[in-house]
């Protein structure tokens, strides 16, 4: 008997599958179309999600915010989880693509793929005291900052003003 209703349940799952894995593969390219069309136009281009707490606050607010201001969307994490965020563009492109790493950046660029950069893992040894830790997360900050400096100059390249015609 137990047989039978499992065989019944079945067709069921395989259905929620397939219909699931069918929302996956619409909802990635609805987010990238989204973020091109909102974001870059006005010029951001980062995505950046860094927990409002000490001591990420403190190294993520004094070296790394400074540098994306005015190209990025920031999200606080809060010590409570995302669950009370509002739904925003933000929001949706955080749980779309972040792998549940905070702190992490995303980065835009027009018609490629997002670049992430996950800092949790080196956070996490550098604060651990783990050799080698302190450069490593230097030199992931300073890849990230080349990478932010490459798309805002792409971005920037593309926004020429037009010039008048001549007649």
């Known amino acids: ?4 209703s499992s065989l019944l349940l079945l067709p069921i799952a395989l259905l929620l599958a397939v219909i699931t894995l069918y929302g996956r593969l619409l909802f990635r390219p609805l987010i990238y179309c989204l973020v091109w069309a909102l974001w870059l136009p006005r010029g951001v281009c980062v995505l950046f999600v860094y927990p409002d707490h000490s001591p990420y606050a403190e190294r993520f607010g004094a070296k790394i915010l400074p540098v ?13 989880g995302p669950r009370e965020w509002r739904r925003t563009v933000a ?22 793929r997002a670049k992430r950069f996950a800092f949790y893992p080196i956070w996490r040894d550098y604060c651990n005291g783990a050799p080698g830790a302190s450069e490593a997360l230097h030199t992931m900050e300073q890849l990230f900052f080349e990478y932010v400096q490459q798309s805002k100059s792409q971005l920037n390249a593309g926004r020429n003003p037009r010039t008048p015609r001549e007649r």
């Open 91 to 112: 929001v949706a492109v955080y749980r779309q693509f972040s792998g549940c790493f905070v702190p992490m950046a995303l980065v835009f660029r027009p018609f490629r």
């Open 68 to 80: 994306l201001r005015g190209c990025a969307e920031v999200l606080p994490f809060p010590n409570f």
């Open 1 to 4: 008997m137990r047989f039978i």
